[in-house]
């Protein structure tokens, strides 16, 4: 079980100060040997890698940080507000770190033992037990001062690049410091300015924590700091075991929000949308987890597909802003953010570097998160796509292993969407991983269409109405109603003639018999119908049988239902459900085998365009050479 939230107290932190003022200002720090030469060759970033090996001897260098930092700008004997901010974060980095080993030492009895050994040398196992708990403090002391500066740097730029790793030795906390602040130096050196002073700084710190990471094995003694909950308020730090928050100071959301009555159409996506919205809020930050991936239903990634023009970007509007105002509402904190063509990079590794932070930064447990991914035809490529370039295939490789990988934690605390015109050209493995499928239409009625050219036309005239209730058609509950009503006949040709032939065969379905038999039709006819594809329709009619309409009066104040503890949310969000009909099953079995029916058609009949084509084109080309042949030109 977590152990409660723990504070640390500025005594605790200020007895270390004159330790971290020592390593901001000048250290010796001791290195272990490689091959590679301290010059680089000229033109390059390379370095002259010698035949004769040095590996295991260790050197010296002086590190002087804070004069690294001031020799950003020469011509200025003061330090700017960016150069003074990297270098106070730094030392308070290092004396909160060295607070944290302090609790550590508590947590595990390190102080006992350090003033046992103290007296006399420990022996046997008490020492190997001594010398664990050593270098667990020392890991702990460097994981947590990267941890700070990830959260306190500013977040305002591009991830640099060529940043060369940390090395760090763990012999004492010190030392694991000295590693991270001999990093910080090397990188901040020839810093042309301050914007890439920051973005090497923060980029360190992160390849720092990542560095940690991958070495977090080889420490037996860290089970209690995976429990620890840390806070420091004056700063806004919060430290929970190995879980890194990218960083908790955000600039403020500037989208153009919709609100759900500008939307025309599309009744089914726009009411799981606001159903999404309300279901992030059951979210509890003290458990990190949500109501509703405890009792089912939880939307963690869906696909929107839709015709240009259907509604998609005002969809992602609509989410974002019913999202920000109940966070505000609740005090949370929203972070939204979209994954872009402009994140695709030339340089090799970075598109998936960027795509992981985008996951990561949504991710961060500490706030409500809302991801998307834009076209994502264009970019995140099909692995057979010999014409992809690498940085598509990246991202494609991230996104498949966050959205459903081995290490794919769900906490209900985010959600990720992804959107495209051509959801046929996205790789079948990564469409797969979207928990549903939102079909955006557009208006389809008569009535939608003029329920839509009164709302963009404004009042600004005196045409009248006409024979119409005006947004009749757009109550949300009566459209959501005879759009699944729909559903319980398939909408595709292909689905429908499978639907025909099991009605024949087997007639209504009555059993999970008749309704394996149903699935396994569908998947002799689409042999990208998989297991994932079943658990995805099991998850959406686990979803309708949550598919309770959260009351307005619990978000209109936090004390209403966002404020209260983990066990209550969840008790009022049972007590609203109800069991799953056969109905509900057909319906939703329909859904997502109409969505990939809907893609393998438009896939076949773009190929079968494209073959007409260039038929086309070489009819005209043989009738041009027959017409220069007689003329004497061929």
């Known amino acids: 079980m977590d152990a409660a939230l723990s504070t640390l107290r500025e005594d605790d932190i200020a007895k270390h100060l004159p330790t971290a003022q020592s390593l901001i200002t000048r250290f010796v720090h001791v290195t272990i040997g490689d091959n590679k030469s301290k010059t680089e060759l000229a033109g390059t970033r390379r370095r002259f890698v010698s035949t004769v090996s040095s590996a295991g001897a260790k050197s010296t260098n002086e590190v002087e940080l804070i004069k690294t930092i001031s020799a950003v700008n020469p011509d200025d004997a003061m330090l700017s507000i960016a150069q003074h901010g990297l270098v106070y974060k730094t030392r308070r980095a290092v004396a909160v770190a060295l607070a944290v080993a302090d609790h550590f030492g508590e947590q595990t009895g390190l102080d006992a033992l350090t003033k046992k050994n103290s007296g006399a040398a420990l022996a046997g196992e008490e020492a190997d037990r001594f010398r664990g708990l050593v270098e667990s403090s020392a890991y702990v002391a460097a994981f947590s001062a990267a941890a700070y500066l990830v959260q306190m740097l500013p977040d305002d730029a591009e991830a640099a690049s060529d940043i060369p790793e940390p090395e760090f030795l763990f012999d004492t906390p010190q030392d694991a410091l000295k590693g991270l602040v001999a990093a910080l130096d090397a990188c901040v050196d020839g810093a042309p300015d301050d914007k890439v002073m920051s973005s090497r700084a923060r980029t360190c710190a992160r390849l720092a924590i990542d560095e940690l990471l991958q070495r977090r094995a080889r ?22 075991g190995f879980d890194v928050a990218p960083g908790a100071k955000r600039s403020k959301l500037v989208m153009q929000f919709k609100k759900p009555n500008e939307i025309i159409g599309n009744h089914i996506a726009k009411y799981q949308a606001i159903k999404l919205a309300k279901m992030l809020m059951a979210y509890d930050f003290e458990r990190q987890m949500n109501p509703f991936v405890d009792l089912g239903g939880f939307l963690f990634t869906f696909i929107g597909d839709g015709a240009p023009g259907t509604g998609k970007t005002i969809l992602i509007q609509m989410i974002a802003g019913m999202i920000n105002d109940y966070c505000q509402v609740a005090g949370y904190g929203f972070h939204y953010e979209n994954f872009g063509v402009d994140n695709i990079s030339s340089y090799q590794g970075k598109s998936g570097q960027n795509c992981k932070q985008f996951i990561n930064n949504v991710l961060n447990p500490k706030t409500i998160g809302f991801g998307t991914v834009d076209d994502i035809d264009q970019i995140a490529a099909k692995r057979s796509d010999d014409r992809a370039s690498a940085g598509q295939q990246e991202v494609t490789a991230v996104l498949m292993e966050s959205f459903a990988g081995a290490n794919t934690v769900v906490r209900g605390n985010c959600s990720f969407g992804m959107f495209s015109n051509y959801p046929e050209n996205v790789d079948d ?55 699944y009503e729909q559903l319980s006949k398939p909408q595709e040709d292909g689905l429908e003639k499978v639907y025909v032939r099991f009605m024949d065969e087997v007639g209504e379905p009555k059993t999970m018999a008749d309704v394996g038999t149903y699935l396994h039709m569908i998947k002799e006819a689409e042999p990208r119908f998989t297991g994932r594809a079943i658990k995805n329709i099991t998850d959406a009619i686990k979803m309708r049988a949550m598919d309770i309409e959260l009351p307005d009066e619990w ?11 983990y066990d209550t949310k969840r008790d009022m969000i049972a007590e609203l459900r109800s069991p799953f009909t056969m109905d509900m099953v057909m319906q939703e079995i329909n859904r997502y085998a109409d969505s990939e029916f809907r893609y393998t058609d438009k896939s ?31």
């Open 219 to 240: 420490f037996t003694a860290l089970g209690p700091f995976e429990q620890t909950h840390l806070k420091l308020e004056s700063d806004g730090f919060e430290l929970n």
């Open 429 to 483: 493995a990564l469409r797969q991983r979207a928990g549903a499928r939102w079909l955006v239409d557009g208006p389809q009625t008569r009535d939608d269409y003029i329920d839509i050219f009164a709302l963009l036309a404004g009042k600004n005239h005196k045409i009248p109405l006409g024979d119409h209730e005006l947004f009749e058609a757009q109550v949300i509950q009566k459209a959501v109603g005879e759009a």
């Open 555 to 565: 978000f209109e104040a936090p004390e209403a239902f966002m404020h209260k503890d």
């Open 604 to 634: 076949d009949n773009a190929a079968v365009e494209e073959i007409i084509r260039r038929e086309r084109q070489r009819e005209k080309a043989v009738g041009e050479i027959e017409a220069m042949k007689k003329e004497g030109r061929w």
